[in-house]
């Protein structure tokens, strides 16, 4: 930026002695926000976000649509129907621009109600009410596991039955997981692999070894091509997951933010009918 350090102190101090509050703490090796200093970072991020907005209503007045939404979605989202509905938008509406963060389910809640983002597409959301649910699908509680796996021929399974074989997990972040060690912890003992990448789950799955606990959503492509094999979990109590696309249920809910949410449900949907189609 080309800004001396001292500079961009002297207006931080200024800004500092003209809202009568410390902004940051300084502290050895630099600096760190204050409670008030997070409120202002919120509060500007609310301020530039309901500035978009109000761009984007006048564009829309104008019979134009036009702006740019914040989307925050789920990794198994990127290798599946994400890259096609961007095209697909950008295909039918150039004039609007796309900030696509990738993140946990916990992250984009946060992420949304701080005014970070304006639309997430997110696994097991937990029920709030400052966050409203515009589109919902449940996904049955299962494993993936090789055609050439034992499992594979089954109907369904249980987790009995999966206890018998190598099984990989994605981690803590995500609620699949968290679902798991809170209903059948005795089946993570031991004999388990753990990472935070879900390719390397799909794969380590794939390679048929290993049994993988995930959606049909996380797995489309695979579960498609028929390189991997869905098996749902029936034993009582196995909870179906979830998959949403949400807003702030406290700001307005604008034009090109209903078209992304819209495109969003779309693709999803085609996803899982295609899923549905080739394992029927």
């Excluded at 001396?4 to 050895?28: H, K």
Aim: aromatic share 4%; net charge positive; proline share 5%.
């Amino acid at each position: 930026m080309n800004i001396a350090a001292s500079a961009i102190n002297r207006q931080i101090l200024l800004l500092e002695r003209d809202l009568g509050v410390t902004l940051f703490e300084r502290v050895t090796g630099g600096m760190r926000l204050t409670p008030a200093g997070d409120a202002l970072v919120a509060l500007t991020r609310r301020w530039r976000s309901d500035e978009r907005r109000a761009n984007a209503e006048f564009k829309q007045l104008q019979g134009v649509n036009q702006g740019h939404v914040r989307l925050v979605a789920m990794d198994s989202h990127v290798n599946g129907f994400l890259p096609r509905f961007v095209s697909e938008l950008n295909e039918r509406h150039p004039r609007i621009s796309l900030e696509i963060q990738v993140a946990s389910t916990d992250d984009a809640q946060t992420a949304l109600l701080s005014g970070a983002a304006d639309l997430i597409a997110a696994f097991n959301l937990n029920p709030h009410r400052e966050i409203h649910v515009l589109w919902r699908r449940e996904l049955p509680f299962g494993c993936v596991v090789a055609p050439n796996h034992p499992l594979a021929q089954r109907k369904t399974t249980s987790m009995q039955e999966v206890a018998g074989h190598p099984i990989v997990l994605q981690n803590k972040a995500l609620a699949i997981r968290r679902y798991l060690e809170a209903r059948h912890g005795w089946l993570l003992s031991e004999g388990t692999i753990e990472t935070n990448s879900l390719q390397l789950v799909k794969r380590l799955a794939g390679s048929g070894n290993y049994v993988a606990f995930t959606s049909e959503l996380d797995a489309a492509p695979e579960l498609v091509s028929g390189a991997l094999v869905f098996v749902p979990v029936r034993d009582k109590g196995a909870d179906p997951q979830t998959v949403s696309v949400a807003i702030d249920a406290r700001k307005p809910f604008p034009k090109i933010a209903r078209i992304v949410a819209d495109g969003l449900a779309a693709g999803m949907d085609a996803d899982l009918q295609d899923v549905r189609r080739r394992t029927s």
